[in-house]
């Protein structure tokens, strides 16, 4: 998202539930989203560095991660050009908001409720979930591997409040969904298995919207995120990651 789009585009994002990470050019880009792991790219094709559709080629090496194209570039073959070279949806400017966010919703359904990142590292806790080893400050944490899929989804949005619903599927899978009692029974064993950490992780409950978890690195801890209201995306699914290279006229 480029300084052209103001202040406002900030605060769009954030009341949409979506965490932005922006890159003025392709360079940036294309190492920020080694780093950062988005659920969604918005991809503009005129870049100042180099052209869109060779950030897209390289994404496409190694990541399967949706791919949205933004471009002012409308002729069918550029269109086509897009979407054989790997983008999951193309929109020509001037676009709507709506619109956007309708093919945000559509791209999220690309994305599989079970897909998770074998190694996650936020601060000094590192969970890696395919040798299950879960370890703060390198001591390592005796979990399940039920608690270390719970602790991994609640660590992926640290300082947000994750809902209950989103949970369930991310661990238990879609038939889980309704199963309340193993949520509340994990949660309980999780806060007991980490009192070691003297409040470093520290999950906290938020009466009928789901649970937040907490990391402390010295004496940081993190910023709250605003809780959002009954009626939100978030409370309905899970707040996504998105990553923009500049766009948005």
């Known amino acids: 998202m480029t300084r052209r789009a103001g202040a406002g585009c900030g605060r769009f994002w954030k009341a949409q539930h979506y965490r932005l990470f922006e890159s003025e050019n392709g360079q940036l880009g294309l190492a920020k989203a080694r780093v950062c792991h988005p659920d969604v790219i918005i991809l503009e094709l005129s870049l100042p560095d180099m052209l869109g559709m060779t950030v897209l080629k390289r994404l496409r090496l190694s990541a399967k991660t949706p791919v949205l194209v ?12 897009a979407l054989d070279g790997g983008a999951n949806g193309y929109m020509t400017k001037p676009f709507s908001e709506a619109e956007l966010l309708a093919r945000l919703r559509v791209l999220r359904r690309c994305i599989p409720v079970n897909s998770k990142k074998p190694v996650l590292v936020e601060g000094d806790l590192e969970l890696n979930l395919t040798k299950h080893l879960f370890t703060l400050c390198g001591r390592k944490i005796d979990l399940t591997p039920t608690e270390g899929a719970l602790l991994h989804a609640l660590a992926a949005y640290a300082g947000m409040v994750v809902p209950c619903k989103f949970l369930l599927r991310s661990v238990w899978g879609a038939e889980g969904e309704k199963q309340w009692q193993y949520l509340r029974g994990f949660i309980s064993s999780l806060r007991k298995k980490l009192e070691w950490t003297q409040g470093r992780i ?27 209201h009954e009626t939100t995306e978030l409370q309905k699914g899970e707040s996504q990651n998105i990553w923009s290279l500049p766009c948005w006229v």
């Open 70 to 81: 933004l471009s002012a570039l409308n002729r069918e073959v550029d269109i086509v050009a």
């Open 202 to 228: 520290a999950i906290e409950t938020l009466d009928r919207l789901g649970y937040r978890l907490w990391l402390r690195s010295g004496d940081r801890v993190q910023e709250e995120v605003m809780l959002p």
